[in-house]
């Protein structure tokens, strides 16, 4: 089955993104100061402002779901002592709390509930264990990746070696973990732009032949401007049944942003078809209850999507802080630097 890009609400991104005052406007109209910097995700790239911020990303690589959260890694490290004291983590069972590299990387092992007696469902068999693999890139942003092994019971009753059991499946996860996706990794600076093949993510980057399939997505807040976002999606693309993208819906229904656009009526600013460095799309640029903006750019397979928000997250009142011209402007200068990075 092809992946298609998820709409993810605006919420998620302001969730997880530190407040910053708005300062004086003198850059809203200025290109110069939207397009200051190159930054990459995946195999693409675009200009944003200097004084941006990474918010929480997702991406897939070499058969692996991975979640990114800048300036997380000491908490994430608080948390896994945390399960290890409680002795649980929700509804699982604390197993092991691994080192893997000194302030580096660490492996959280819990096991799901269940017995040995009974299979967990009728298609699955055994005891099922999760591995977290956190490990940290830059200063202090965290990764999380997580496999889960299974054992399978003796006689219908746990096995007699279980413990060693228990560690040499979890050396196989973890080790799988560090050949398919870890050991591959670089530290990168944000305002690096690499000159050969790879993936870029936030504060790293993954050397490989630019064959492999990625899909991921990386959200940015701009520092000047409180409640302005950009998203970059790319890997994905369309399945048989999806409608391009002047053709559906632009949220969920059921999503925060949909809610709030169900509440007010939108409308157009613009819309229409836009080729950018050779890539045919489409945009469409809205608007509702006043200063509120949503601004979003397709390529025609689904496999690229820049988007950005103004004024949209749920607990503000006054949107934008940028007029629709100054949102225009931002839009129209960023946009058209969209390209693939190599």
Not at 320 to 342: F, G, M, V
Request: proline share 4%; net charge positive; hydrophobic share 35%.
């Amino acid at each position: 089955m092809l992946h298609r890009i998820p709409l993810i609400s605006t919420l998620f991104l302001s969730t997880t993104l530190s407040t910053v005052q708005a300062v004086d406007k003198p850059f809203a109209a200025d290109n110069a100061y939207w397009t200051a910097q190159p930054f990459c995700s995946g195999r693409y790239q675009i200009n944003l402002p200097s004084n941006r911020i990474s918010g929480t990303g997702w991406l897939k690589y070499n058969g692996w779901q991975i979640r990114v959260r800048p300036d997380y890694w000491n908490l994430e490290v608080e948390s896994a002592l945390e399960v290890k004291e409680k002795g649980y983590n929700g509804s699982d069972s604390f197993i092991e709390n691994r080192t893997v590299i000194p302030n580096k990387a660490i492996a959280i092992v819990t096991q799901a509930p269940g017995s040995w007696e009974h299979s967990v469902s009728k298609h699955l068999k055994g005891m099922i264990y999760y591995v977290d693999f956190y490990f940290k890139l830059g200063k202090n942003d965290a990764y999380s990746i997580r496999a889960f092994v299974r054992i399978m019971p003796v006689n219908g009753k746990e096995p007699p070696n279980l413990k060693q059991l228990e560690k040499s499946k979890v050396d196989e996860a973890i080790r799988h973990i560090r050949n398919d996706f870890f050991d591959k990794l670089r530290d990168r600076n944000e305002s690096e732009i690499p000159q050969q093949q790879g993936i870029c993510l936030t504060e790293g980057f993954i050397v490989d032949k630019g064959t492999e399939p990625f899909f991921g997505s990386a959200g940015i807040k701009i520092k000047n401007y409180k409640d302005v976002y950009a998203e970059l999606t790319t890997g994905g693309s369309l399945e048989k049944d999806d409608k391009p993208l002047l053709k559906r819906d632009l949220v969920k229904k059921n999503s925060v942003m949909g809610r709030l656009m169900s509440l007010a009526k939108y409308s157009t600013i613009r819309q229409g078809s836009r080729n950018i460095n050779g890539m045919a799309g489409s945009e469409k640029l809205v608007k509702w209850q006043g200063k509120r903006y949503l601004f979003i750019w397709e390529k025609d397979d689904g496999s690229v999507r820049f988007k950005m928000t103004f004024g949209t997250s749920d607990n503000n009142s006054a949107g934008s802080p940028l007029s629709e011209q100054e949102a225009l402007t931002a839009w129209d200068a960023i946009l058209p630097t969209l390209k693939k990075r190599i």
